[in-house]
Structures are given as structure tokens and as C-alpha cells.
């Protein structure tokens, strides 16, 4: 698999490996408050299970990349450029803010401009599309601060808190087509 590196202003992406699981990582994924829009709250992750993921994500139909805080290289949070489909290029994009002091300060906007600058200058994508639970209105604002378009809503989609909430659905056309 080959290194891959994305400079940000205030952060950098770089494929995640086996070694980046900690105990702060998989702490994030068993936290109730940061996995509250993700699927994974449904299973107690593990080292081991943490580990199984990022090798089932190393390969050329994914690009898992842990967000990294510029000068003190503290790992905060993932990204995910994933299930690319090379025939019609397009592919899904996902993130957590695992740190919850970096919610807020623009870590995520940042984030996902750089994987979608990837996906669309290296890997030649034409789109990326992703989705946010409606009460996720941190992921909402920072899909549309990068030019993504809501593109349609599933109503009443997921289980959050004991309600049904809608999937609101993003996407976004490679702006050098």
C-alpha cells in the first residue's frame, strides 16, 4: 500500500496503519457521545477489532487516512474515501472527530476538503457523495462549507436516541470536470 500525505493549513491526512490503533483511538469508538451518528455504535470495538478494519480498508477501493494535528502530530479523528468505483467514478466519503476539544474549531471542514481535493486531483474522481444524520448538524455544515449540495433526504432512516431521524445526502461533482 502506498504512503499517502495530505498537507492542510492546520492538519495533515495520511494513511492509517495497523500501528495508529491506540487505546485513545478505540476509546472514541466505544464513546456514546462521539459514535452517536455512526453505525459502529452497535458493537464494542476492541484493539483487535479496531486493527481487523483498517486491514479490511487498506486497499485500492479505500483510502482510510487518520486526521493528524499539524506540529504536534496528535492523531483526532479519520477520514474516509471509500467503496470507489473506478467504471463510474464515484466513491463514498465519512469522518469522526474522535478528540472531542477539537469539535467546533474546524477540524472536519478542513478534513474533508482535503480528501475530496484527493479523490478528485490524484484518484480522477468524477463524484463523492456521503450522508449525515440530521441531528448532526456539525457534519451537515462542514459538508456544505466545502461545496457539497444536499442531494436528497431518507426520511425517518436511522434509530438516534431512541427516534427516527432522517439521512440527509450529499454530494459534490469533481469542479475540474
Not at 484518484?123 to 456539525?138: F, I, R, V
Request: hydrophobic letters at 35%.
Amino acid at each position: 500500500m502506498e504512503e499517502v500525505r495530505i498537507e492542510g493549513k492546520n492538519i495533515y491526512l495520511r494513511r492509517m496503519t495497523e500501528e495508529d490503533v491506540s487505546e485513545d483511538y478505540v476509546s472514541w469508538m466505544n464513546d456514546p457521545e462521539i459514535n452517536q451518528f455512526l453505525e459502529s455504535r452497535f458493537y464494542k470495538q476492541t484493539v483487535e477489532s479496531t486493527k481487523s478494519y483498517i486491514r479490511s480498508v487498506s486497499n485500492d477501493a479505500n483510502y482510510q487516512f487518520g486526521i493528524f494535528i499539524k506540529g504536534t502530530n496528535q492523531h483526532v479523528g479519520n477520514i474516509k474515501i471509500g467503496n470507489i468505483n473506478h467504471f463510474h467514478g464515484f466513491a463514498d466519503i465519512g469522518f469522526l472527530i474522535g478528540e472531542k476539544n477539537y469539535w467546533g474549531k474546524g477540524v472536519a471542514t478542513e478534513a474533508i476538503g482535503l480528501a475530496s481535493d484527493f479523490a478528485f486531483n490524484t484518484l480522477k474522481l468524477h463524484k463523492l457523495w456521503g450522508g449525515a444524520y440530521s441531528p448532526n448538524l456539525g457534519s451537515v455544515k462542514a459538508f456544505l462549507k466545502n461545496g457539497y449540495q444536499q442531494e436528497g433526504i431518507k426520511k425517518s432512516q436511522y434509530l438516534c436516541h431512541g427516534i427516527y431521524v432522517d439521512d440527509i445526502l450529499f454530494g459534490k461533482i469533481n469542479p475540474n470536470e
